[in-house]
């Protein structure tokens, strides 16, 4: 995967685009500050760009609430490119239906708790799915 970003870094450039440069030099320089520059697997860069994603998620949120457009416009851009790295996404209703077959067969067990219930789906959707959907869902379930 860090060889298709470092591809994608040229690219980038070549073409100038700078929202994609800029994002992609984020990405590399947070997994060289974090110590894994050679030792980099994909889950360590998938867990990098999910923190990328949050903070862009958050900072769209504020520059709406602040009338800021023009600066929501460029953290959604950055979103989009981030978004692209990413392992295609479950929807909320495909999770959900997922969720709930592991809640049945937690409560058979009689382990239906929310940490377990967290803790299970975290474990097998993680990868292909946001944790706070995640969360929001398994607080549904366990309050059904």
């Known amino acids: ?30 997994i060289t500050n974090e110590g894994l520059k050679d030792s980099a697997s994909n889950d360590d860069i ?12 958050e900072a769209i ?17 950055e979103l989009l490119i981030l978004e692209s790295y990413l392992p295609t996404q479950m929807t909320e209703d495909d999770l959900r239906l997922k969720m709930l077959e592991i809640r ?6 009689g382990k239906l ?11 097998q959707f993680s990868a292909n799915a946001d944790n706070s959907m995640i969360s929001k869902i398994a607080k ?3 309050n059904l």
């Open 1 to 30: 995967m860090i060889s298709k970003i470092k591809s994608d870094l040229k690219n980038f450039i070549l073409k100038k685009n700078k929202v994609g440069s800029n994002v992609v030099r984020a990405i590399l320089s947070t």
């Open 104 to 109: 049945d067969r937690l409560f058979k067990e």
């Open 46 to 57: 998938l867990g990098i760009i999910r923190k990328e994603i949050k903070k862009r998620k």
């Open 113 to 123: 708790n929310m940490g377990e219930l967290m803790k299970v789906s975290i474990q």
């Open 140 to 142: 549904d379930l366990v």
């Open 61 to 77: 949120k504020l520059y709406e609430a602040n009338n800021r457009e023009d600066l929501a416009k460029v953290e959604h851009a």
